[in-house]
């Protein structure tokens, strides 16, 4: 291959049993070596495409994985387990973590939201029935003492959602403010009903005190008693947490009639007392 400053000079030869034929080619040393240089840029775009296509599908795949891996998480996890603290966020109202109200929760209630009719029972029927349960019943059964001291984060009715947004909600109970492994007192005697997980409650306690009032306490990190059990007012039920729906840990207190819910203020004190058992 002769050379000389401009072009580079190959000879191809061929050959016959007679003769031998030779063929001159000469090829500009500029556009030879541009053409090298673009196939060396071709290549290596190609395989950094290549390399790229893979990176991302192997994020991919990554993510797929994770994401899989946490829905299957919460789906094999014991809701019965009630050392197990779960947060469930209400997503069809999502808010930055700032803007959810502090120790507050309590589960989505399935009560239609007009906001012009509570899901009570009607006014002059609940003054007589509570009439007469006062009158009538042994203290001991009626729960008018506070199951934990704490301040009064919501109250009882509707409330602006403490996931954030701009919706309004009914809460069935009250939020008392404690920290996480406080104590819960029985407010009165009565049948432990539930005991353990229920829905957006969290780990649940419910008790029976007779004439169809029912106290619930919710987002426990620790019940201390099973259903059927006998307690007395004042006796240790179970531990303050934050599971359930729940931004916090706090005591979601519900008083129910009936198996509807009104509002507990109708029984207890205007301030927290010690609890204190009756003789």
Do not use: C
């Not at 009250?174 to 996480?180: L, N, Q, S, T, Y």
């Amino acid at each position: 291959m002769p050379k000389n400053d401009k072009f580079y000079t190959f000879h191809l030869s061929h050959k016959t049993k007679s003769k031998i034929y030779i063929r001159r080619i000469e090829v500009s040393k500029k556009i030879l070596h541009r053409s090298i240089v673009g196939l060396i840029l071709t290549l290596s775009l190609t395989v950094l495409s290549f390399t790229g296509i893979f990176k991302n599908n192997s994020i991919a795949k990554s993510e797929a994985e994770n994401s899989s891996a946490l829905i299957n998480q919460q789906l094999t996890q014991n809701p019965n387990n009630p050392s197990t603290e779960q947060k469930t966020i209400n997503y069809s109202h999502p808010a930055k973590s700032d803007s959810l109200a502090i120790n507050s929760g309590g589960p989505v209630t399935s009560i239609d939201m007009d906001m012009e009719s509570e899901p009570v029972i009607e006014e002059s029927e609940m003054e007589n029935r509570m009439r007469t349960i006062q009158t009538t019943s042994n203290p001991a059964f009626l729960p008018t003492i506070w199951a934990h001291l704490g301040k009064i984060n919501n109250e009882y009715g509707y409330r602006r959602n403490p996931f954030g947004g701009r919706s309004y909600e009914f809460h069935a109970g009250m939020d008392i403010d404690g920290d996480k492994g406080d104590a819960v007192m029985a407010p009165a005697n009565g049948i432990v009903t539930k005991a353990g997980w229920h829905g957006g409650y969290g780990n649940l306690i419910e008790i029976d005190h007779g004439n169809g009032l029912t106290t619930r306490y919710g987002h426990l990190s620790q019940g201390n008693v099973m259903v059927g059990d006998t307690v007395q007012r004042g006796q240790l039920i179970g531990l303050i947490g934050s599971t359930g729906r729940s931004t916090g840990p706090h005591l979601h207190y519900e008083l129910r009639m009936n198996d509807k819910p009104i509002n507990p203020r109708r029984l207890l004190p205007s301030a927290p007392v010690e609890m204190k058992r009756l003789g």
